[in-house]
């Protein structure tokens, strides 16, 4: 098949990629750019490991066409922080060790970076069914949502007043 | 003491024992780090794997030429092409290697015959995934279908084509007994006896990280690179060197970042073997990605086991004797791990009870479906299941609290070191190290708050049943024989520990480094601990068995001892002293007030030291679980309303870790009573091979799960006192949530004593003991 | 997991991309938000040569409210429904149910029209389409055609659609300010498709007589269906427990469930009848049932 070229913004930086029309947004990310912080665990939108930020929604990078990312804006774990200057989010889950294999983690951090950026005071119950959307075998999940709620005044989350 | 010096700028406070943020954490977070996939190479191939759709067949023929005319394949090779370096290799069993297995091991390729949906028929080598993928749909593939045994009975039953190697005449690998005491007598002359049925169903750990492998030949020094090795590289290295015709020295496995393991990962599979072969034949690097799909098919599948039980007791409730007949379905070959899992299900079936009289029967048979290997817990999470139902059971028919009857039974301090006898044909007798029992069976009712809950037993609220049950365990680790390690002072002044050890994703990185900063009296800052991959060391074992922090730890402990005398050595000369009078403490070398730093030592440097540690015994963790469930009987559905599990580990070298290990085993655990399942029909077809159909616990199935770590009985086996931490959060999940449900039921007259508990299932067993109990007309 | 070798067009309009369909002469697909194509690609179920994305269309992303008529375009997506205050005021049973849609990122990106293409027939939005007197409208070669939801969502994961069209909407009667609704769903896990589902709605009169019953099951059906005995059994009385009762037992009679791994066919049977009690219970404003549900 003849290959097509897409223009996309990954992470504040614009890219113009040449890629396969059966490409997967999340093959794109890896292969075409190199971004292998994001995760393929399952490429059937089932384990959410792939889940990435368009134009502030996160999405599972498995089930869109590199193609159909054309002129939107994404947004992958590597833009969430670097490994001296963590981001919010992922410096709650170190320190919560919401992470152990890490394998599934950018799909949480990404996921959990679209939600508390649209919704900062999102409450356990909330965080937990956000996340049903992604599997972790290692963690059980408690220390996931511990790290999310903790990560909230971040995002702006103001603590309700005691009454 | 060290009046008037100036305290050295790297002295650190210890930080063994405590909880470190991980090491490991920062390139994980942050998608910086390495797993497999991540890897690339210039030149590169990929490999995908035609597997069986058949569960058993004979293999007519395999027409491959249109496959090879796609634009993009380079090769397809089948049992031929590796026939033609020789015999197609076997794969090896590494445990419990029973020598009945032998004729039961899989070649890496199927030769004229298949036995499960999934086993490997040909290797597609193209220039993409996608192509390999495309070109797999070109393949003829004519199998002669036989007979297909999908169950241990239909196995046994088997005759003629039903039989998976008609030269061994049966479907029946083996069939051993082991005893302790005299269970015969014991039953015949005890007031109470009780036979039961058990089973526990088909599952798999599924970590997020699908298998891979990227295999590079080097042909100008004849030297084969393996990349995406876990669990136990050095093992394989041997299995590869042998089935390529290659010297040890000429294989390299490397382990990257690794996407949990949970016993199934890292094993020596078919496809080691094949992306080898096929890199080596075509001179160019070959990567394989397992996909999910074909994952459920080729990665080892456990937990298949049936069970007849039978308990004696005394009036009072002690347990007077077991005895145990255990089917296990192992699959259609004997892979690497043996006949370990039945054989553990068969060791610790008596558990952590004062139980002297024992006989089991255990049977290993195959069947046409995945072969089977260890699942976190193998063995033990099967056997306390069925214990400890049987427990709950005896203890209504006697009239006893259950968990009154466990405290009366449960092993103590005094009678430790406990004898658990010889209940494993190929190991030696062993004894459960240290411990006392029954506190953690305390500890964990006052957690559960039994007390002042039992009432709830049964009763209705708000329409749904509500249940407590509790398990005890006892759980194996650090098994021998050896582990090593080196430690390096380097010029810089940081430490680099390379171990035998492999990371699974556990964070041994973090705990290993813990162990070597102490030990040399540096911050954790200035270690880096470099595990797995077998450029590191001559010789090393891995990961598995909860072993990593005892065998691994324990060797950095003894490298770091033997650094200690090159650094005291190094320090004399400089500082014009003695060694005797020299000690290494606070991140340098001295005396009174003569003192180096590590950092400036360093400099005369690089310093290293090898280490090992040896070890026949076993450390024995031991805990408790219990679980609150409401169950709704309109629909089956079960909510945990609370669930701890306690363990004694006697050391925890970081106790963030631990408690992760513990939380993420129990929820696995209550995935595989509720959810998880591979499902075959009678014709061994795997009917759930996606995502979609397999059921993983998500983060809203399990929100009510809490663990309390304790550290009272260090074992005394390893100098660090450690038992274990990663597989005793698991192996009576199943126990205690079963005899919760039970418990919730039991007005009903619903009898639990199979896996898993899904809502059908329960409703069903609900609606059928309801019709039992109408009257009849 | 490679999704088999295929040609990607974008339309930018829906006449465009009926023109594709055409020239794919049977082996063209619509791909909007691709949440269930993309999983049976990559499965290589299918094997289409050409996708013509219409994601860029933007006239099928509206929602349109009239006086008579709630129109969602095929490309409304689950969130776009979730958050909609204009559906919260004048069907709020739509956004209700987007909850149980899969999951939070897939809400993101699943359309109506990819859905009712799709056909599932544990899927959501096929049931609210069949049960709620949905109108689908496609457009073709040979034009726009408008058909009842039932006509279209004949069988499981195979909707009557021609080749050469595509769903531009899904249109439903406006609702009156009065009407009643509930939706209950059992699943294994939390956004799962549903082992069983009701979907129901009536008016009330003055006299708390119930009229215009409408009950729907998903889930415990090879498709979405009304349940004719279930609403017969409610119309024309006062929905109290003793009612919605004979009615559970009407669906439980009525329902033909299939039988796979995941459940039996009697247990999906008694499901629909639990989560019909749960359904018309929350549209009769009566307390939860006494089974934690």
Known sequence: MDEIDITLTVNGTAHILSVSPRTTLADALRQGLGLTGTHVGCEHGVCGACTVIVDGAAMRSCLMLAAQAERHAITTVEGLGRPEALGPLQAAFRKHHALQCGFCTPGFLTTLHALLTEEPDADAERIREVVSGNLCRCTGYVAIIEAALEARAAYGHQEAEAC | MLTGITFPTDAATPVTGTPVERLEDARLLTGTGCFVDDLTRPDLLHAVVLRSSMAHGRIVAIDASAALELDGVVAVFTAADVASDGAVPLIPIRLAPFPESQAFRQPVIAVDTVRYVGEPVALVVATSRAIAEDALELIELDIDALEAVASTDAALAAEGDGVLFPGTGSNLVLRYTAQMGDADTAFANAPYVRTERFSTQRHSAVPMETRGLLAEWDAEH????????????????????????????????????????????????????????????????????????????????????????????????????????????????????????????????????????????????????????????????????????????????????????????????????????????????????????????????????????????????????????????????????????????????????????????????????????????????????????????????????????????????????????????????????????????????????????????????????????????????????????????????????????????????????????????????????????????????????????????????????????????????????????????????AGATANAVAAALAPLGVTITDLPLTPPRLWQLISDARAAAEPEH | MKLPPLQYVRASSVSEAVDLLVQGAGDARILAGGQSLIPVLAFRLAAPAVLVDIGGIADLKRIDITDETVTLGALVRWVDIERSTALKAHMPLLPAVMAHVAHYQIRNRGTVGGSLAHCDPAAEMPGLAVTCDGTIILEGASGRREAPAVEVLTGALAAEIAEDEMIVALRFPRWRPERRWGFAEFARRQGDFAMAGIVAHFDQDADGVARDVHIGVIGATDRPTRLPGAEAALEGRIPDAMTIRDACRAVQDEVEPPEDIHASAAYRRALAGVMANQALRQAAGLPAAANGQ
């Open chain 2, 222 to 733: 004849g030297h084969l690179f393996l990349s995406g090795a876990a669990k136990v590289p050095y093992f394989n290295r041997r299995a590869l060197a042998e089935a390529l015709g290659l010297g040890m020295d000429e294989i390299d496995l490397l382990e990257q970042d690794v996407g949990g393991g949970f016993g199934v990962r890292g094993e020596y599979y078919p496809e080691d073997f094949l992306v080898c072969f096929a890199a080596r034949r075509l001179g160019r690097p070959v990567k394989w990605i397992e996909d999910r799909r074909e994952h459920f098919m080729a990665t080892n599948h456990s937990r298949e086991i049936a069970c007849e039980l039978s308990i004696a007791c005394a009036r009072d409730g002690t347990i007077l004797a077991l005895a145990g007949r255990l089917d296990a379905d192992m699959g259609a070959y004997i892979r690497t791990n043996g006949g370990v899992v039945p054989a553990k299900a068969g060791q610790f079936l008596p558990g952590p009870y004062r139980i002297r009289d024992i006989h089991v029967d255990v049977s290993i048979v195959v069947t046409n479906k995945t072969p089977v290997g260890t699942y976190r817990g193998p063995g033990r999470f099967e056997a306390n299941f069925f214990r400890e139902r049987l427990i709950d059971m005896a203890a209504a028919d006697l009239g006893l609290d259950p968990n009154v009857m466990r405290a009366h039974n449960l092993i103590t301090a005094a009678d430790m070191p406990w004898d658990a006898g010889k209940l494993v044909p190929y190991e030696a007798e062993t004894s459960f190290d240290t411990g006392d029992y029954p506190v953690t069976l305390t500890r964990c009712l006052e957690e559960i708050g039994w007390e002042k809950n039992k009432h709830l037993q049964g009763t209705v609220i708000d329409g749904l049943y509500h249940g407590i049950g509790v398990a005890c365990f006892v759980e194996s680790g650090g098994a021998g024989p050896r582990e090593n390690a080196r430690i390096t002072l380097e010029t810089d002044g940081t430490l680099t520990v390379a171990v035998g050890s492999s990371s699974v994703g556990q964070g041994i990185e973090t705990a290993h480094a813990q162990i070597a900063a102490d030990a040399l009296g540096l911050p954790l800052g200035k270690v880096r601990v470099l595990h797995g991959s077998t450029t590191l060391l001559h010789e090393g074992f891995g990961t598995y068995h909860s072993r990593a922090v005892i065998m691994g730890g324990s060797a950095i402990l003894d490298a770091a001892t033997n650094l200690k005398e090159h650094l005291v050595a190094a320090a004399a000369k400089r500082l014009g002293l003695p060694n005797t009078r020299l000690v290494v403490e606070n991140g340098g070398v001295g005396s009174g007030d003569r003192f180096i730093s590590l950092a400036e030592l360093a400099t005369d440097g690089p310093f290293s030291a090898n280490g090992t540690f040896a070890n026949t015994t076993r450390t024995y963790s031991y805990g408790a679980h219990a679980c609150h469930v409401a169950v709704n009987p309109q629909t089956g559905a079960v909510k945990i309303l609370d669930f701890v599990a306690v363990e004694d580990v006697g050391r925890a070298i970081n106790p963030l870790i631990v408690h992760g290990q513990a939380i993420g085993a129990i929820v696995q655990g209550l995935g595989g009573v509720f959810l998880d399942h591979l499902v075959y029909d009678s014709e061994g077809q795997l009917l759930n091979a996606s995502l979609a159909d397999y059921l993983l616990p998500t983060a809203t199935d399990f929100p009510n799960v809490r663990a309390v770590t304790l550290e009272l009985h260090p074992s005394p086996t390893n100098p660090l006192g450690a038992k274990g931490a990663g597989e005793g959060g698991i192996v009576a999940v």
